[in-house]
Nanobody, 115 residues
Framework: QVQPVESGGGLVQAGGSLRLSCAAS????????MAWHRQAAGKQRELVAV???????NYADSVKGRFTISRDNAKKTVYLQMNSLKPEDTAVYYC?????????WGQGTQVTVSS
């Protein structure tokens, strides 16, 4: 069983930064992609960034140049460094871990950006 656990959310002013972390409770060697999604109130969940087992990354256009996804295999953790935050980045951020063809989701962490 894989249980991703997110941390690092909070309240920040526009232009500020936050770093989210997601720890996976299983061997990192059995994990393929790791990703961050977000869901704003009244909107559908959307992909923010993904990092493959090999380290390739992909980002939503809305966060390119501001957010950086990375992973530390030794710590079984994926990170999302968020800079130059905007009010429209306000959402619940979810970690997704792909293992053996299945998706495992964290419980989510709230990020609120004030103007």
């Amino acid at each position: 069983q894989v249980q991703p656990v997110e941390s690092g959310g909070g309240l920040v002013q526009a232009g500020g930064s936050l770093r989210l972390s997601c720890a996976a409770s299983t061997s990192i060697f059995s994990i393929n992609d790791m990703a961050w999604h977000r869901q704003a109130a009244g909107k559908q969940r959307e992909l923010v960034a993904v990092i493959t087992r090999g380290g390739s990354t992909n980002y939503a256009d809305s966060v390119k140049g501001r957010f950086t996804i990375s992973r530390d295999n030794a710590k079984k953790t994926v990170y999302l460094q968020m800079n130059s935050l905007k009010p429209e980045d306000t959402a619940v951020y979810y970690c997704r871990v792909v293992r053996a063809g299945r998706d495992y989701w964290g419980q989510g962490t709230q990020v609120t950006v004030s103007s």
